[in-house]
């Protein structure tokens, strides 16, 4: 089978609900040994758009991100939830440095905009946690909906947003006691978010309503939604994961 029909394979492993979390461990660990090429990142050239290498990682590699702080766009985080770790791999050498621990089945993360904090959605857990980059150790845990899955920081780093996709909310955790203090509801089955340039508006993609939930940051409510309508194709089948935001806010990419 080619490289696309075995990320498939994967994709299909890791969305079957029907399978338990040891099954899939089980079918992920054999499809990684005979296919060692997906425990990898590409390194795509965003003028050409091909691809110009690979970078082998640790297992089943979710979410990535560059850290800011004062390692700002030289180290990358990239988390896997099979080895229960993130990878730290230095971009200009393409090497990884060392391992992070995150806990049971990491999602995604952001970060602390110093660097020296990762905010982690663990699913099987129930949970956000907070790791120190430096020492890898587990500085605190807060308990949110089943099924976390993405994180966003604020620009002061004062507030943790998290979606939890069973409870179809996103949660609002405040960094410095380490609660949660609101609880928005959102469409079904949240999945990402971004927040616009001036911080004051939350947009949450929901997969299984075909929308686009858009939060204000100050008084944590729902203040519209866009449907996603694609012609020729079903409602069921428009299912938003991803979004990002411009750097001026004028658009969003779903």
Same mark, same amino acid.
């Given at each position: $089978?080619?490289? &696309?029909?075995?990320?498939?394979?994967? *994709?299909?492993?890791?969305?079957?609900?029907?399978?338990? $979390? +040891?099954?899939?461990? &089980?079918?992920?660990? #054999?499809?990684?040994?005979?296919?060692?090429?997906?425990?990898?990142? /590409?390194?795509?050239? !965003?003028? =050409?758009?091909?691809?110009?290498?690979?970078?082998?990682?640790? @297992?089943?590699?979710?979410?990535? +991100?560059?850290?800011?702080? !004062?390692?700002?766009?030289? +180290?990358?985080?990239?988390?896997?939830?099979? =080895?229960?770790?993130?990878?730290?791999?230095?971009?200009?050498?393409?090497?990884?440095?060392?391992?992070?621990?995150?806990?049971?089945?990491?999602?995604?993360?952001?970060?602390?905009?110093?660097?020296? %904090?990762?905010?982690?959605?663990?699913?099987?857990?129930?949970?956000? =946690?907070?790791?120190?980059? $430096?020492?890898?150790?587990?500085?605190? &845990?807060?308990?949110?909906?089943?099924?976390?899955?993405?994180?966003?920081?604020? /620009?002061?780093?004062?507030?943790?947003?998290?979606?939890?996709?069973? !409870?179809?909310?996103?949660?609002?955790?405040?960094?410095? =006691?380490?609660?949660?203090?609101?609880?928005? @509801?959102?469409?079904?089955?949240?999945?990402?978010? *971004?927040? %616009?340039?001036?911080?004051?508006?939350?947009?949450?993609?929901?997969?299984?309503?075909?929308?686009?939930?858009?939060?204000?940051?100050?008084?944590?409510?729902?203040?519209?939604?866009? @449907?996603?309508?694609?012609? #020729? *194709?079903?409602?069921?089948?428009?299912?938003?994961? #991803?979004? $990002?935001?411009?750097?001026?806010?004028?658009?969003?990419?779903?």
């Amino acid at each position: $089978a080619g490289y &696309s029909e075995r990320l498939r394979v994967y *994709a299909r492993i890791v969305d079957d609900e029907e399978l338990s $979390a +040891q099954e899939k461990g &089980s079918l992920m660990r #054999g499809l990684f040994s005979e296919f060692p090429e997906l425990i990898s990142i /590409a390194v795509v050239d !965003a003028a =050409s758009l091909t691809v110009q290498g690979t970078v082998p990682t640790c @297992k089943r590699p979710r979410h990535m +991100q560059l850290l800011p702080g !004062a390692a700002a766009g030289r +180290q990358l985080v990239v988390a896997c939830g099979e =080895s229960h770790a993130a990878d730290l791999i230095d971009v200009a050498t393409r090497k990884s440095l060392r391992r992070i621990p995150l806990g049971d089945d990491p999602e995604a993360f952001d970060v602390s905009p110093d660097g020296r %904090t990762l905010y982690v959605s663990n699913e099987d857990e129930g949970a956000l =946690s907070f790791v120190d980059v $430096a020492s890898g150790k587990l500085l605190k &845990s807060v308990a949110v909906g089943k099924e976390p899955e993405g994180v966003k920081v604020s /620009a002061d780093g004062k507030t943790v947003y998290v979606t939890s996709e069973v !409870a179809n909310l996103v949660h609002v955790v405040d960094v410095a =006691s380490a609660t949660v203090r609101h609880n928005i @509801k959102v469409g079904k089955r949240p999945r990402r978010m *971004a927040l %616009t340039p001036d911080g004051a508006e939350l947009w949450v993609t929901n997969e299984l309503d075909a929308s686009v939930s858009i939060v204000t940051t100050r008084d944590h409510a729902v203040v519209h939604t866009i @449907k996603l309508e694609l012609p #020729g *194709a079903r409602p069921a089948d428009i299912t938003p994961v #991803g979004i $990002a935001m411009t750097r001026d806010g004028k658009r969003a990419f779903v």
